[in-house]
Nanobody
Framework: QVQLVESGGGLVQAGGSLRLSCAASGRTFAINAMGWFRQAPGKEREFVATIRWDGRSIYYVDSVKGRFTIARDGAKNTVYLQMNSLKPEDTAVYYC????????????????WGQGTQVTVSS
């Protein structure tokens, strides 16, 4: 089992920044990818960003490219999502996910999920 604890959400004005963190504990040795997803009210969960365990492959949804950065700290078993130039449409609950996945942009492939952290961007 893997336990994920997220932190870093909050309320920010448009144009501001937040950094989300997701700390993992437990049996992480089989994990090959970590991802961030988000879900706005009334919408389906959406892929945001992913990074392979070795840090070599990184993907973003088009809407956050150039504004968000995903990174990992292997020593701390932590993945981060730095979010800059935030927009009101970024408002959602953000979830981190760990798993052994073939397609890291698909939520269904992940095995473990964090509890979610609310990000609210005011206009």
């Amino acid at each position: 089992q893997v336990q994920l604890v997220e932190s870093g959400g909050g309320l920010v004005q448009a144009g501001g920044s937040l950094r989300l963190s997701c700390a993992a504990s437990g049996r992480t040795f089989a994990i090959n990818a970590m991802g961030w997803f988000r879900q706005a009210p009334g919408k389906e969960r959406e892929f945001v960003a992913t990074i392979r365990w070795d840090g070599r492959s990184i993907y973003y949804v088009d809407s956050v490219k150039g504004r968000f950065t995903i990174a990992r700290d292997g020593a701390k078993n932590t993945v981060y999502l730095q979010m800059n130039s935030l927009k009101p449409e970024d408002t959602a609950v953000y979830y981190c996910a760990y798993g052994t996945v073939s397609n890291p942009t698909k939520a269904g492939g992940y095995d473990y999920w964090g509890q979610g952290t609310q990000v609210t961007v005011s206009s």
